[in-house]
């Protein structure tokens, strides 16, 4: 019915749309009740950044290549900070994580009446066992230091003694 | 000879949702004079290259329009490619044509959409507007993002589209094309539209010439200009002509635009039916030296992208012209002798986005 509606505006020229019009006033609606009915979103829709907090070394890659600079990092606090309503879902930082523990996921940062920061901290099993692996470190790098200390002290005293000798025959 | 008076336009208007003030001399009703003035919405874009690096610039490059968003960013991309000597492979290079063509499909069918609305035909701008968003859906689906596509990279495209979009987007193109089919007969053959657009704002061949107009604008009035002939991107494998229309109204405007929709439908399943395998990618080390510009064909017409750098990570340069900025001369000598009324439609026939403009 609606077609030939359609079909007699457009001879004459004119109610054109008429057809058009009918069909719509028959169909379902095309829009959704949201938020009653959730929005569902494709798998990669750039919503928020998640991050898997243990897994990062906390390297700062992440910050110097956010171009809003909404992200911080705190190696010893074992902190990894996002402004959400400052991120601009660009996912460039994702792309710089050497550890691939940042992650782009769905979902939309809610509004709110400030701008607030979303803090993650490490677990503390995970920061104790950095701070082992940090003291193990120095360990080594202290051993390697007094090593080279006396390596070096040595190596002084050798050309001390040799100039002293040289010094001998001379006189 | 009536009396003069000076109207102010914008820049908040109902109709005209874009920061321009003009002002408007009239003899009673017909404007005799437009004295424009922008700058209402500069953010010192540009500047930006002092404290972003060049790859930073690309998710700035592209936050320089919310429509034309994906050209800004392969634009910038490809003139930094260009002067880094970096050949980005061919799947990349269809994925960005690909992507190209979305982006102008969203683009006239959301002017269109505001054309109606703007000559007060409700139901047809909320029907072009719900075409429109079965391309943003693909988009979504593609990308991520709705309106900012964030895919493009120095060096290529960030993400794939795999075989299953591609036969999806075919088919939402499909039903696409069948539903402009509808519209498109309003819009061309409406005789209360047609007494809107025919014969209103006529420009010739050779004022649009001499005042350096782009895009659909300058092609309504018979130019046949349109970057995409270049070839850069895939462009160069593809079969198409710039359509042209030589009425240089309103009429012929939207005209124009409405064949390029059914011209992007096609560039899309052209592509999809050549696109190589391959990589997405290629590595790009070392920084920017020297300097090189690049056109290419937004929805809107041609824009510009200068990049200078010398050898740091920061680009001592970039210069944006979107194609607004070479629509305003036109526009203004557009309206002189219009009708007051007309104005509004006027605006919205160079499909102005004064926000790029300014950066």
Known sequence: MYQLYGKIGES??????TGQVLKNLVSKPVTTSYPEKPAVYPERSRGHIEIDIDECISCGLCTRG???RCLKVNKVEGTWTINRFDCIACGYCVQRCPKKCLHIVPGYQKPGPAKQETVYKKSPEVMAAEAAKRAEIAKKAAAAKKAREEALAKKKAE????????????Q | MGKKSIVPFGPQHPVLPEPIHLDLVLEDEIVTNVIPSIGFIHRGLESLTEKKDYFEMVY???????ICSFGHGMGYCEAVEEVMDVEIPDRAKYLRTIWMELSRLHSHLLWLGLLADGFGFESLFYQSWRIRERILDLIELTT???????VNKVGGVLKDITPDMLKHILTELDQVE??????????LFDYSVQSRLKGVGVLSRKQVHMLGAVGPFARASGINIDMRSLGYEAYGDLDFEPIVSSDGDSYARCEVRIHEIYQSIDIIRQAISKIPEGELSVSVKGNVKGEHFVRIEQPRGEAIYYVKGTGKLYLDRL?????TFANLPALVEMLKGCNYADVPILILTIDPCISCTER
């Open chain 2, 144 to 150: 991520g993002g709705r309106v900012i596509f964030s």
């Open chain 1, 66 to 68: 956010c171009p809003p």
């Open chain 1, 159 to 170: 050309a001390a003694k040799k100039a002293a000798e040289e010094k001998q025959e001379i």
């Open chain 2, 178 to 187: 069948a539903d402009v089919r509808v519209i498109e007969h309003t819009f």
């Open chain 1, 12 to 17: 004459m020229g004119i109610l054109t749309f």
């Open chain 2, 319 to 323: 210069r944006i012209r979107t194609p």
């Open chain 2, 60 to 66: 700035v490059a592209e936050r320089t329009c919310g």
